[in-house]
């Protein structure tokens, strides 16, 4: 077999075979970024190196449209960090643009009731993460990886079950998404949630799997999808003017947003980790933290967090994590995006015809980093929304923010 074999039960993926010309491209990128062959961990690499375009994300968006047309529900869409500096691709702007306010106008047009950044729950991850962090650190129970890419989580619970314990049991950022919008958005706002539609838009095919183990989110479309949509009901992307995020669940830190990178996760967990255990404001150093940033696969640095040191390493790619895994027992927190670069690169971003993918991730890349330093609040801890969310639901209900990897 020279490519991928893709299931006809595979909820991320799919192949349109009158259109698949049997090059093998397809299972030369799984096992570049994946080091097995036809295993699929819906990482969605294949798709954007398919020549032909035979191989697409799952298509959801038709039952988003029929739940926006249905009268009874309120349909509730939360948007991850990674799709605004994508969109732009498919409607003629420099790659990496920086397109927040379009997109949401282009949402708010298609009709969702209510339009939410998943920042927000990029920034009770955080939250919960750092937290975890330095319990384990003082408890000696490192090290701790990342939880938030169900292709890297389903790798682990394939190949190394003894590893799961070590793994965080912090839901991802949609999957708190989707339980705070469940439970915290439906009792504010009086709506039952059973009339509630809450739609995730990723760059990530992965979240699709993801979702069947969290189904507080009833349906995940890409930002490939999402361009279908617009392009479909005829909305004139170019000229839409800026809106901003609903509010309660639409503000998120510089920490939320640089999520969508390789390493922005670690970094964005340090700062608040840093503020935890010292009662201070990080140094200047965690907020640029060079050494952790870029597209290599593997990354490593030592944190000064005063009252001890943190051994950290950055991992892109399923292979990187085989070649390294020995060596990995060293570290204290383990960040693993299954996609080059993170999230960015993710299978469900827009193809480009014009530029090297390699070139349009670094620019995604550099316009998320410009974004965060712009930001007023870079700090999850210091995110009101965050702080209220806490204090007026969190603590006194209880949202179950974590899973049960133990
Ligand atoms: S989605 Fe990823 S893991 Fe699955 S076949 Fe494609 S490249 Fe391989
Ligand atoms: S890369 Fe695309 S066209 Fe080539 S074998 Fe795979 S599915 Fe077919
Ligand atoms: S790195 Fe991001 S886009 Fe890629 S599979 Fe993981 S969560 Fe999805």
């Known amino acids: 077999m020279n490519r991928v074999e893709v299931k006809e039960d595979n909820v991320c ?32 690499q294949c798709i954007m190196t398919c020549p032909s375009g035979a191989l697409v994300p799952k298509y959801d968006y038709q039952k988003v449209i ?79 990886f990342t939880s938030c890419c169900p292709s890297w989580v389903l790798y682990a619970n394939k190949y190394h079950p003894e590893i799961i314990k070590n793994i ?65 009901l005829g909305i004139n992307f170019n000229d839409l003017e800026d809106s901003e995020f609903d509010r309660l669940l639409g503000k998120g830190s510089g920490g ?13 967990v340090l700062r608040t980790a840093y503020y935890m255990v010292n009662k201070e404001k990080a140094p200047e150093e965690f907020y640029e933290f060079t050494n952790i940033r870029g597209e290599k696969d593997f990354k490593e640095a030592e944190v000064n967090f005063m009252k001890f040191k943190i051994k950290i390493a950055v991992i892109s790619k399923v292979s990187t994590i085989k070649k390294y895994f020995e060596k990995l027992k060293e570290y204290d927190f383990i960040e693993v995006m299954s996609c080059p670069g993170g999230c960015i690169g993710g299978g469900g ?20 980093y410009q974004n965060d330093r712009e930001q007023k609040i870079r700090e999850s801890y210091k995110n009101p929304e965050i702080q209220d969310a806490y204090d007026s639901y969190i603590n006194k209900k209880g949202v179950n923010l974590h899973t049960n990897n133990k």
């Open 13 to 44: 993926l799919k192949r349109i075979e009158e259109k698949c010309i049997n090059c093998g491209m397809c299972l030369t990128t799984c096992k570049q970024n994946n080091d097995f062959e036809n295993d699929c961990i819906n990482c969605g």
């Open 66 to 144: 029929n739940y926006i047309k249905d009268t009874n529900y309120t349909v509730v869409v939360f948007v991850a960090p990674a799709v605004r500096v994508a969109i732009g691709d498919a409607f003629g702007f420099e790659p990496g643009s920086f397109l927040e306010g379009k997109l949401v106008s282009a949402l708010k047009k298609i009709g969702f009731d209510y339009v939410f950044d998943t920042t927000f729950g990029a920034d009770l991850t955080i939250m919960e993460e750092a937290n975890e962090l330095i319990d384990r650190k003082l408890s000696n129970n490192t090290p701790m």
């Open 168 to 232: 965080s049991t912090c839901k991802s950022p949609i999957a708190m998404q989707g339980a705070m919008i469940k439970s915290y958005f439906a009792d504010m706002y009086n709506i039952k949630k059973e009339q509630i539609k809450a739609i995730s838009l990723t760059p990530c095919i992965s979240k699709k799997y993801e979702r069947t183990l969290y189904p507080e989110t009833d349906i995940v479309i890409t930002t490939s999808e999402l361009i279908l949509m617009i392009k479909e």
């Open 256 to 268: 939320g947003l640089i999520f969508g990178v390789s390493g922005g996760v670690m970094e964005s």
């Open 349 to 368: 971003q827009p193809l480009n015809a014009i530029k090297s993918m390699e070139e349009i991730r670094k620019s995604r890349i550099d316009n998320m």
